[in-house]
């Protein structure tokens, strides 16, 4: 047995007019509950600190560079690192993160127990689009504010397992698990912020968003046996509507813990790493079953090519 | 719109002593029940003519060459050819095929409305082992009867669009789905033959199994925006049970149609191939999302590498 009591911290709304202070005190309220029922780990969602900006379209510099990081830790997060190294609790959180280089990422980090950072990683699949669309009932300008990440999908040894993460649209591309797959993972955490209203198709409500989100998520989980806590962002932020749906998804695919509301809400579930041995060692033994002599397209070609 | 009727027809149990005309007898009679719907494509499942043979352990070339398919068609399966013919309906089923050179392969083939083999797919992703296995409750010796397929995953342009085929296994491999939707598929004909207890955890029955099938099936249909249709051959074949959960699956991920029991049991559905425009151009656009500069390991590494 391999446990690792993990807190899915799902956040509710925030408004553009909170301020990270304001956020942050919210996250700590959590963590000190997760603290209270023994939690190992603590998984906030995707762009924890800010409310999910890329719905709004500037082109003002210093407008946009308010929702990013250029630090972690940094002032207004200082407190959940401190917290989280008092309480023996590692973390994992999103941000828009600047570099010193000017480049922006739609980034996650996860710290083990001492509060240290252990891993970071930069959204690859970025959804949306790259500028101002007049026919979307509301904007997804995540191309726009963000470059896709550069790191690749890694994994880390940490907790005693190998852990790895995700943002949100990765969820939804087979080639996120399986890139973690196939270096042993056993627990993925990811966060997502999820218009509740596809901007597209209205018809699609947040019935079908939620279906999507663990249809996708589990089917990650049980083709690779492993872990996955999927942690949302929800609630009405200043009118526009974001699912729920946090989940945390055991290696059979199951969902084992699930929020109820769109609310701060979290959900607490001891998840053992040796679970995921039984299906990586069986049905899904990557080195006796894959064939990636048929598999050459999926590397080779970006978009679809038609047949003759 | 263009729309296909697709009747999914799941055959029962075949006995091991039941012989291939016996087989074809009640295939025809759910071809001529799909008539009176109107189908315009018929889906049996993988090994249509002959019990789930891999099951048995066999050294003796005529035992082992008994199960085979030299020809399609054949003497026996002749009036299959000739009834969707004359029925103007496209069909596709699975068997074992012998090769002239002496090559074993699980296939499964496509006509067109005239009876012409217009597809043919051979298995890639063998479940199961080589050898003879002590430790299992039932054997499972795909990769003794069979080679892994040498056709790769193609599609084809046929009923107005373009149709791929994959066999039992390879639908909990996300690769299989993805190497068609890399080529534009729009409907996904998949037949299987299902224990209904894992041979290596009996706790794990049927209604996991079922929902593991249904799991990967519409992930892998929401996913690349393709229609799937999923064919069971179910029931008791001499003591060993299989499950049944035939389901057609639309681009959205959600099974519109599903048989109830175990036996002979067809199900029909009016699929319209424009459904699968609209993820194609959204969410699933993959020239516009899909990240290929980061997915290298899963056509250079076969088996999974641990992390240092």
């Known amino acids: 047995m391999r446990v690792l009591n993990v807190a899915a911290a799902q956040m509710g709304p925030i408004q553009k007019a909170e301020s990270r202070e304001e956020v942050v005190e919210r996250m700590l309220a959590m963590m000190r509950e997760a603290r209270a029922q023994g939690a190992d780990l603590i998984v906030y969602p995707e762009l924890t600190l800010t409310t999910f900006f890329p719905r709004y379209y500037t082109t003002d510099k210093a407008e946009i560079e308010q929702w990013f990081e250029r630090d972690m830790p940094n002032e207004p997060t200082r407190p959940l690192f401190d917290l989280a190294r008092d309480a023996r609790m590692a973390m994992s959180f999103g941000y828009a993160e ?26 690859v699949h970025l959804p949306g689009h790259s500028d101002y669309d007049t026919e979307r009932s509301h904007q997804h300008l995540e191309k726009y504010y963000f470059e896709p990440g550069d ?7 940490t907790l005693g397992g190998i852990l790895g993460m995700c943002i949100c649209n990765d969820r939804r591309w087979p080639e996120t698990y399986r ?51 999927s942690v949302a962002k929800a609630g009405v932020e200043d009118g526009h ?33 040796d679970d995921t041995a039984f299906g990586k060692k069986t049905i899904f033994d990557f080195a006796r079953h894959r064939r990636i002599e048929h598999y050459g397209l999926i590397t080779s070609q970006t978009g679809v090519v038609l047949p003759p």
């Open 241 to 273: 509507p974001l699912i729920g749906g946090t989940v945390i998804v055991n290696p059979d695919g199951e969902i084992v813990a699930a929020t109820e509301g769109e609310g701060d809400e979290m959900v607490v579930h001891a998840c053992d790493l």
């Open 179 to 229: 890139m973690m797959g196939l270096q042993g993972v056993e627990m993925i955490l990811l966060g997502y912020n999820t218009p509740s209203v596809n901007a597209q198709k209205n018809a699609e409500g947040p019935s079908k968003r939620i279906f999507h989100s663990n249809l996708v998520v589990q089917a990650g989980a049980y083709q690779n046996s492993t872990w996955v806590v």
């Open 151 to 157: 790191l690749g999908f890694p994994v880390w040894r």
């Open 98 to 123: 600047l570099t010193p280089e000017g480049r922006r990422f739609n980034t996650s980090i996860l710290t083990d127990k001492t509060g240290a950072i252990v891993g970071k990683y930069r959204k």
